[in-house]
């Protein structure tokens, strides 16, 4: 098995070798596009369970909407398509045949145009906002609370497996609510959502905070977000949560009568998270041995391997591990004894730590004499003999701890490339030599702002909700500020 690129060497070149080597995805015949691989699926099936669970237990449902909408209802919320205009696929025949001139060959039916061109849905906010015209009509109809999991496509030039690609999975909440109020209170309740995933299932520490204005979402009021720090100090936009106002309940006429008996238009929000999220869980954890996974997304948690020869002894090694996982299973850990004779266990040692395993068992002949297992724990790589008597509980207490110290790992590397700065000569030179998150003050202007990208290539990540008042001046134009925000390189 082939040594990865460490983090220090190539960075990029590093995360494409765990993408690829630890069997999560890969490049496709369509460019652009991805194909998710078994291991990788499964691992994005644990996050969207989770995630679908929080969304239930928030009182909202799941639909599904057409992948498709009309031109001109893309249209209708300018500033939405306006803003996704450019990443847009657009669908304008429905059929094909044979090429005369090239026999064996297809072509697109000129007599075969679409009376209306289709866009293929870069976000679903107009066809649910022309649904949901039928279905409000008064305050009683309200709030609807709504979620689904789809594909979007967003054309991309530049793509990377996880990151940036044309097609993606994600999931996307759109809400509908009576008042201003209900609608804010929604938007930050689904940031929280986000965010205790990100911590406790993730093991990814993250900042909460507002979008500057240049940053929203198209077509929303207000855009909040979780931003999350790489091993590399680049900033990773992990999930957003939109207050869109009454944009689109004014772009689709979506009126209802209000308790008072008047007219208004309903209120709505949008929130997601993708795909994406596999590229942060890489990013933020992995090493140079492979895949480091949190134990509460891992598809597999405790990984045993035989160290046997003949199927005598492999037979004595099973008996002796079958009762340790059934109560493993029992317990909610899943389990995977590998007694595959292709592989020798020293390669299955190195494959289990590329795919980022947490516990892995090793079980020989002097084990089976000694009542003994020998345990190795991912993210450390530390091992220990231990009983197997009493493992079950050793186990359970060990995938804890992995959890903690992975979020704990993460959390101080992200506190420690957090930096000060009071002037943009600070600011360049950081960004240059340490990187990282950069706290600094900013005048509010959309000018400064984008100068500050285009020279540093650095962006406002956030406005962080807990961000403390404080006088100071902003780095270019030196004008009054009262709060710090978040530069950083992104992804």
């Given amino acids: 098995m082939a040594k990865l690129t460490t983090r220090k060497e190539d960075y990029s070149k590093w995360y494409n070798e765990i993408v690829q080597g630890a069997d999560l995805a890969e490049n496709s015949g369509v460019r652009g596009c991805m194909i998710i691989k078994p291991y990788g699926f499964a691992i994005w099936e644990k996050m969207r369970d989770q995630l679908d669970k929080m969304f239930k237990e928030t009182g909202h449902q799941n639909a599904y909407f057409p992948i498709f909408v009309p031109k001109s209802l893309f249209e209708a919320e300018e500033k939405n398509a306006e803003g996704f205009a450019k990443e847009c696929a657009v669908v304008t025949h429905y059929r094909l045949k044979n090429d005369a001139d090239n026999p064996g060959k297809l072509m697109v039916d000129p007599e075969a145009k679409l009376e209306e061109e289709l866009i293929v849905r870069p976000t679903s906010e107009a066809i649910i906002w022309n649904t949901y015209k039928n279905w409000i009509q008064s305050y009683r109809d309200l709030p609807i609370l709504i979620n689904q999991w789809a594909n979007v496509v967003r054309w991309e030039m530049r793509t990377r497996l996880f990151l940036r690609t044309a097609e993606f999975l994600w999931q996307e909440g759109h809400t509908a609510h009576a008042t201003q109020e209900e609608a804010i209170e929604e938007t930050e309740k689904m940031l929280e959502v986000y965010a205790e995933f990100a911590e406790k299932y993730m093991a990814m520490p993250i900042i909460k905070g507002f979008k500057t204005p240049s940053e929203r979402f198209a077509g929303a009021d207000e855009t909040y977000c979780i931003e999350a720090m790489m091993q590399d100090g680049k900033a990773l936009q992990a999930g957003t949560s939109h207050f869109l106002g009454q944009n689109f309940a004014k772009a689709f006429d979506v009126k209802f009568t209000n308790k008072e008996g008047k007219m208004d238009y309903a209120w709505a929000t949008s929130w997601g998270v993708s795909t994406r999220l596999m590229g942060a869980l890489i990013m933020a954890h992995s090493d140079d041995n492979g895949l480091v996974l949190p134990p509460k997304l891992a598809p597999i948690q405790v990984v045993i391997v035989p160290i046997f020869k003949g199927e005598e002894q492999l037979n004595a090694i099973y008996e002796k591990a079958q009762p340790l996982m059934n109560a493993l299973k029992q317990a909610g850990i899943s389990v995977k004894f590998d007694d595959d004779e292709k592989n020798k266990p020293g390669w299955k040692f190195a494959e289990y730590e590329l795919k980022g395993v947490p516990v892995r068992i090793a079980m020989g002949a002097r084990d089976l004499e000694n009542g003994t297992i020998e345990i190795a724990r ?47 000569e600070e600011f360049k030179q950081i960004l240059e030599t340490k990187g990282g998150f950069i706290s600094a003050h900013w005048d509010g202007t959309a000018e400064e702002e984008e100068q500050i990208k285009e020279e540093t290539k650095a962006t406002i990540r956030c406005i962080p909700l807990d961000a403390e008042e404080e006088e100071g001046v902003s780095l270019i134009s030196g004008k009054p500020s009262k709060k710090r925000v978040i530069f950083a390189k992104a992804y």
Avoid at 390 to 395: C, F
């Fill in 378 to 424: 991912r993210d450390t790589l530390e091992k220990q003999t231990i009983q197997l008597e009493g493992a079950l509980e050793y186990i359970q207490h060990l995938l804890d701890a992995i959890q903690e110290n992975i979020y704990q790992k993460a959390l101080n590397f992200r506190n420690e490339n957090i930096t000060k700065v009071d002037s943009y």
